[in-house]
């Protein structure tokens, strides 16, 4: 397989030096892709690799937290994360407990320029598989609890936005209907 680097029992990845692979363009929101759900991965292969890496590269940039596949265009359900210095990815993630709550400003970077109070909960645990085809369970508390759940969300086609009620929704669908 094409990918290189080292991923753990957690999915947190180590790059190999040098070069990073490619920092793909972001969909936006209005792009049909978001809102729709992504497909299992069962191919496990140089083109899967590929996309991991550009997922790594991507969510690297500075301000981001996390960012699913159907942000960049594929339809195959990976996303990557990046909080508190843990950079990783999950195949075919699945949320398997979520305890707590925690109210908080989210945004996404599909979504530019606006961010919202939103509830989710506090504690969240994800698994999925690696690029090995090797079982990973990621478990996160605040930051990393709102990104997995997030991120998990992007890849059913479910926007932050969905969500939200009163008027918060209000105030993001009137900044998202407003002319440029």
Known sequence: MGFHGT?????QYTPPPGPGVSVRPLRLFGDPVL??????????????ARL????????????????AANQIGSGLAVFSYNVDGELGYLINPRVVELRGSQEGPEA???IPGISAQRA???????????????PVVVTGT?????????????????LYIDDLTGPERRRVMRHLTAPA
């Open 7 to 11: 991923s753990d029992d957690r999915g």
């Open 35 to 48: 809102r729709t759900a992504c497909d299992p991965v069962v191919r496990f292969d140089d083109v899967l």
């Open 52 to 67: 991991v890496a550009d997922l790594l590269d991507t969510v690297a940039e500075p301000g981001r937290a996390g960012l």
């Open 108 to 110: 996404c970077l599909s």
């Open 120 to 134: 989710r909960a506090d504690y969240a645990v994800v698994s999925g598989v690696d690029l090995r085809q090797e």
């Open 142 to 158: 605040g930051e990393l609890a709102r990104c997995l759940q997030h991120e998990t969300d992007h890849l059913r086609g479910k």
